[in-house]
T-cell receptor, first 110, second 119 residues
């Protein structure tokens, strides 16, 4: 199995703060990385993906990829209580196989 | 957007029986679908890759005779848990990657998941 590592948390941030979620991966052959949000008892839903080094912004979310350090992160600006969920990082191999980290639980306190 | 539908969402069965879970891509053709299993507070574990018209590819440690996968059409894959036991109780999730011109667009769409409880 390919390895994607995440801190399980929980990560607690106050409402309006920036939440920073991190992920490392072991296989340099991975092509791209995805961030999914999963509410308890539900399937994951896509937030965004990144495949080039650097930052990618989408609304309140910014994904960062550093291939040299094998490190991926997700920043959530102006965090809301509705952002409270488990965030899954996934690496893609062979262009279609997704391997997931164990997820980081985020709590945004009002 | 693309939608992947999974059925049933919940199933309770007795030990020793078989359970079939269906996964449908509703508005795109999926030559490849993926089946994941997720235990409480754990990651999604890839079980197998379902290939339309051919045999599924199983991940290491997954028993192919226990988890039967059939991908008979471009929009339907089924997972059958045979002779289910309590340790098979889990959240099973299917997914499909949308492709354009034979190349994955990179988006993986998930079904709603099926929670299996084996008594």
């Amino acid at each position: 199995q390919k390895e994607v590592e995440q801190n399980s948390g929980p990560l607690s941030v106050p409402e309006g703060a920036i939440a920073s979620l991190n992920c490392t991966y072991s296989d340099r052959g991975s092509q791209s990385f995805f961030w999914y949000r999963q509410y308890s008892g539900k399937s994951p839903e896509l937030i965004m993906f990144i495949y080039s080094n650097g930052d990618k912004e989408d609304g309140r979310f910014t994904a960062q990829l550093n291939k040299a350090s094998q490190y991926v992160s997700l920043l959530i600006r102006d965090s809301q209580p509705s952002d409270s969920a488990t965030y899954l990082c996934a690496g893609v191999y062979n262009f279609n196989k997704f391997y997931f980290g164990s997820g980081t639980k985020l709590n945004v306190k009002p | 957007g693309a939608v992947v539908s999974q059925h049933p969402s919940r199933v309770i069965c007795k030990s020793g029986t078989s359970v079939k879970i269906e996964c449908r891509s509703l508005d795109f053709q999926a030559t490849t679908m993926f089946w994941y299993r997720q235990f409480p507070k754990q990651s999604l574990m890839l079980m197998a890759t379902s290939n339309e018209g051919s045999k599924a590819t199983y991940e290491q440690g997954v028993e192919k005779d226990k988890f039967l996968i059939n991908h008979a059409s471009l929009t339907l894959s089924t997972l059958t848990v045979t002779s289910a036991h309590p340790e098979d109780s889990s959240f099973y999730i299917c997914s499909a990657a949308r492709r354009s011109g034979g190349v994955s667009t990179g988006e993986l769409f998930f079904g709603e998941g099926s929670r299996l409880t084996v008594l």
